[in-house]
T-cell receptor, first 112, second 115 residues
Framework: QKEVEQNSGPLSVPEGAIASLNCTYSDRGSQSFFWYRQYSGKSPELIMSIYSNGDKEDGRFTAQLNKASQYVSLLIRDSQPSDSATYLCAVDSGGGADGLTFGKGTHLIIQP | IAGITQAPTSQILAAGRRMTLRCTQDMRHNAMYWYRQDLGLGLRLIHYSNTAGTTGKGEVPDGYSVSRANTDDFPLTLASAVPSQTSVYFC??????????????FGPGTRLTVL
């Protein structure tokens, strides 16, 4: 059974601070990792993907991957109230076009 | 408009009725997926299709069927709906043959209530 674990939160962060979201996964053969943002009542939106160990930066977002520790994280710098959402970690273990395994998500609240 | 469309947006259905949820994408992605999202359980894969003419079972396929007659459409059918199928259903697609990675893009979802 492939599992992806996230702290459900809520994680409360002051505006302008760095929000740190974490995710662990069980399948050591996992190859691709994704972060989705989901606003209440809306569909998941892909914001970051990462495939190699280390950091990947895109604007205010940085994804970090450590395959040895089976750990993925997402950092959001200069957090804005509009970043308040649920963040879903997803893992692709198949290496092909089969489904992703999703964590249950972390609810992030940015306090103005 | 490029992207994924789903219909209906929401539906209330009597138990035992048959229902087809529609999903269409115009991005020419090879792969399509159906997920359900339930509070406390997250997103779970129902069925997927790697390419037109092929389908596969996901984590929770019982009570659902799919078909992939062409690249663009991937309907999900509930043959005889039960209350436990009350959920939000998301269709997604990816172009893994072009990129080699499985970045999936989601439709707006269908909220289904089975009474």
């Amino acid at each position: 059974q492939k599992e992806v674990e996230q702290n459900s939160g809520p994680l409360s962060v002051p505006e302008g601070a760095i929000a740190s979201l974490n995710c662990t996964y069980s399948d050591r053969g996992s190859q691709s990792f994704f972060w989705y943002r989901q606003y209440s009542g809306k569909s998941p939106e892909l914001i970051m993907s990462i495939y190699s160990n280390g950091d990947k930066e895109d604007g205010r977002f940085t994804a970090q991957l450590n395959k040895a520790s089976q750990y993925v994280s997402l950092l959001i710098r200069d957090s804005q109230p509009s970043d308040s959402a649920t963040y879903l970690c997803a893992v692709d273990s198949g290496g092909g076009a089969d489904g992703l395994t999703f964590g249950k998500g972390t609810h992030l609240i940015i306090q103005p | 408009i490029a992207g994924i469309t789903q219909a209906p947006t929401s539906q209330i259905l009597a138990a035992g009725r048959r229902m087809t949820l529609r999903c269409t994408q115009d991005m020419r992605h090879n792969a399509m997926y159906w997920y359900r999202q339930d509070l406390g359980l997250g997103l779970r894969l129902i069925h997927y299709s790697n390419t037109a003419g092929t389908t596969g079972k996901g984590e929770v396929p019982d009570g659902y069927s799919v078909s992939r007659a062409n690249t663009d459409d991937f309907p999900l059918t509930l043959a005889s709906a039960v209350p436990s199928q009350t959920s939000v259903y998301f269709c997604a697609s990816s172009d893994s043959t072009e990129t080699g990675v499985n970045e999936q893009f989601f439709g707006p979802g269908t909220r289904l209530t089975v009474l």
